[in-house]
């Protein structure tokens, strides 16, 4: 029998993650900018360091995850995945090639399974635009990679964990508090335990900020590190600074 071919991963910051499996190369809910409304990037990013980039990945329509310059700056030609109603909005800009999904759906790309799982995350555009709904994401068949996009724990999570090599978990936000719909360090040492992953990697930390007011208590990968080594102590977690990356 032939090896499997390596993987590989870049933390690129926020739910922004470049992942290599299976000859393919996808980008998670892309968002680049130095400066994203009041919120500013701790680090810059140069979309042409991210190329090529054969499928994006979006998980919701909030601001800071369904980013239309980010999206622009990578060409407008580029396949996007996107939860069902997300599409008109990228349509209206000019992207050619969008496909809808919901739940249980598939995507693939140049042989690269990819199927969309639930999120237990509320999801409106402004608070005039319609509700959404908010998809996590399973990479992969035979090595799995599960991007959560923003969710809250549910029922269902530990239905993703067969086969599952790496879990990205949102740990946090961008300001001093974290709303509804979204995994705290607690809570995500708490989703590894229904996921069991052989590596965890959080995201969704020490990025964004607001530029004026509060932003959120430093530490978060520390604590999500401590929780999951005593909640569930054989995964491997893995905090990556911005830009880092691991190969599996």
Partial sequence: MAAE?????????????????????VLTDPVLRRRVGHLRRAEAVEPAALAPVDLILISHVHWDHLDLPS?????????????????????????THVTEVGEGERADVNGLAVRATHAAHSARRGPLGAH????????????????????????????????????????????????AGHLDPERAAAALRMLRPRIAVPIHWGTYRP????????????????????????VDVRVLPIGAGLRF
Avoid: K, N, Q
């Fill in 5 to 25: 071919a390596p993987g590989a991963l870049a933390w690129v910051g926020h739910s922004t993650v470049l992942v290599e499996l299976d000859g393919a190369r």
């Fill in 71 to 95: 999206l622009e700056s990578l060409g407008r030609d580029t396949r996007v995945v996107v939860p069902r109603g997300a599409r008109r909005l990228l349509d209206r800009h000019g992207f």
């Fill in 132 to 179: 959404t709904p908010s998809l996590g994401y399973l990479l992969g068949d035979d090595r799995r990679v599960y991007f959560a996009g923003d969710t809250d724990l549910f029922a269902g999570m530990a239905a993703l964990a067969e086969r599952l090599h790496i879990a990205l978990l949102p740990i946090a936000g961008w300001g001093p508090r974290l709303p």
């Fill in 211 to 234: 530029i004026c007011g509060r932003g959120p208590a430093a530490g978060a990968e520390r604590e999500f590190a401590r929780d999951a080594a005593r909640v569930v102590p054989d």
